[in-house]
């Protein structure tokens, strides 16, 4: 069976026109509507607003007095009220109220994040739950995980989740404090308030308010370089 010729560009402009000027009567902000590209089954709320660049597609549904800036792309994901996002992705994901995402998120499928969370720039969310107010700031990658509430993941974790064969889920407690550059091997609980010193890799169960430092030790050799400078090996 042969597939369906493509519409033509003028068929499909009429049709993005008429679908941008519902929306604008319904209340919804449109700053460019030539560039702003809606399908049909779409819902948007009244008081968003909506910059050049972005494909809003499937049954996505965005919710009152949102601010979607410039090239965002949605599909099949929702949207509460007062959500702000800038270039990012977002592919079957759930999005609680005054949550902001963005600039160059991916928030993967099966993701549902809280109420006035922070998602960064670069950071890769899949198959994870996020509790409200939990900031997870930048170049951080989140998978099959459940984070709760309040907690702050900082700059390059990296959630062990594949052994190269199947998944496994982290979780982390309310409050837990991620230092940078960590590595959650997956499984493994983070537990309430607990912290995990910068550059450790975790391989076991953080017990509640206590410190993880899982790293070696520091060693310095001084007057190495030159001693390989004498023997030739620099």
Known sequence: MSQAAPLPAFANADARDRINAAHAKNGVILIDPKATYIDAEVCIGAGTVIYPGNVLEGRTVIGKNCTLLPNNRLRDTNLA??????????????????????????LRPGTKLGARCRVGDFVEIKNSTVG?????????????????????????????????????RTQVGDRAFIGCNVNLVSP????????????????????????????????????WVEERKRIGKL
């Open 188 to 223: 493994v609980e983070v537990g309430k308030d607990a912290y995990v010193a910068a550059g450790s890799t975790v391989t076991e169960n953080v017990p509640d308010a206590s410190l993880c430092i899982a790293r070696q030790r520091q060693v310095i050799k001084e007057g």
């Open 81 to 106: 009220d007062g959500v702000r996002l800038e270039s990012v992705v977002a592919v079957e994901t759930e999005i609680g109220a005054e949550t902001t995402a963005g600039p160059f998120a991916f």
């Open 132 to 168: 409200d107010l939990t900031r997870i700031s930048h170049l951080t990658y989140v998978g099959d995980s459940d984070l709760g509430e309040d907690v702050n993941l900082g700059c390059g974790v990296v959630f062990v989740n594949y052994d190269g064969k199947h998944k496994y």
